[in-house]
């Protein structure tokens, strides 16, 4: 959080404007408290029209207190509205909720966008596990009928070499990279020759389709003592 003297922090012309227009507040508190609804959604849960909506978001990303995040998903583009570190401290000073996310929007979306999914198919989900003796956060970690899913959600900018390792270290039936960067690693990149399944945003629903267990393979299965924290 930017430290602000009283005084030099009420006469920032952006944080004057700010507190000057209820609207605007409206608006900016409802982003912070649920970042994955749609824009829409979101006048609508204000009491915005789509004209007022829109007026009132071209002012909060003309003031640098959001930005918008366009998101290509199996049902089209969404766009998600990204508070910056001004609304951040706004909010803050002002006691307000904010939803914590684990990365940055577009990472957290996909986060949260992958638990919604695997719990519809009876997965037990939890984000940012970390496994005993270990001191490593998995994006995602996932248990149903005896099997363990570990997923890391990757976009080429993080340390992926790291959390490749970690995955296959902390051997599951699923170790699973779900790559959300724009450019896709080539075949010959390192990446591919490791034994960790790699995935897009729009194969996400065919593998956990393709991954239910029937009765046949629970039949076989090796039962798999699974110690949840």
Not at 54 to 60: A, G, P, T
Not at 115 to 141: M, T, Y
Not at 169 to 195: E, F, M, T, V
Request: some cysteine.
């Amino acid at each position: 959080m930017i430290a602000h003297g009283f005084h030099e922090w009420n006469s920032n012309p952006v944080v004057q404007q700010l507190n000057s227009d209820h609207d605007l507040q409206v608006l900016l508190r409802h982003i912070a408290v649920e970042p994955f609804t749609t824009v829409t959604a979101k006048y609508l849960a204000c009491g915005f029209s789509r004209r007022r909506g829109n007026m009132l978001r071209q002012k909060l990303e003309t003031l640098g207190l959001i930005m918008s995040v366009k998101i290509k998903t199996t049902r089209g583009i969404t766009t998600l509205l990204e508070l910056t570190h001004i609304a951040r401290d706004w909010l803050k000073k002002n006691r307000a909720k904010i939803t914590p996310l684990n990365g940055g929007i577009r990472h957290a979306y996909w986060q949260h966008d992958c638990k919604r999914l695997l719990e519809s198919h009876g997965w037990n989900v939890k984000l940012e596990w970390i496994p005993d003796n270990s001191n490593h956060a998995f994006d995602i970690a996932a248990w149903k009928d005896n099997r363990r899913l570990l997923l890391e959600i990757e976009s080429g900018k993080s340390n992926w070499q790291l959390n490749a390792q970690m995955l296959l270290k902390h051997a599951s039936h699923h170790p699973l990279i779900l790559w959300i960067g724009d450019l896709y690693p080539p075949r010959n990149h390192q990446l591919h020759k490791l034994p960790v399944q790699i995935i897009r945003p729009a194969e996400l629903n065919r593998w956990v389709l393709g991954n239910q267990l029937d009765k046949t393979s629970e039949s076989n299965m090796i039962h798999q003592e699974v110690t949840e924290d």
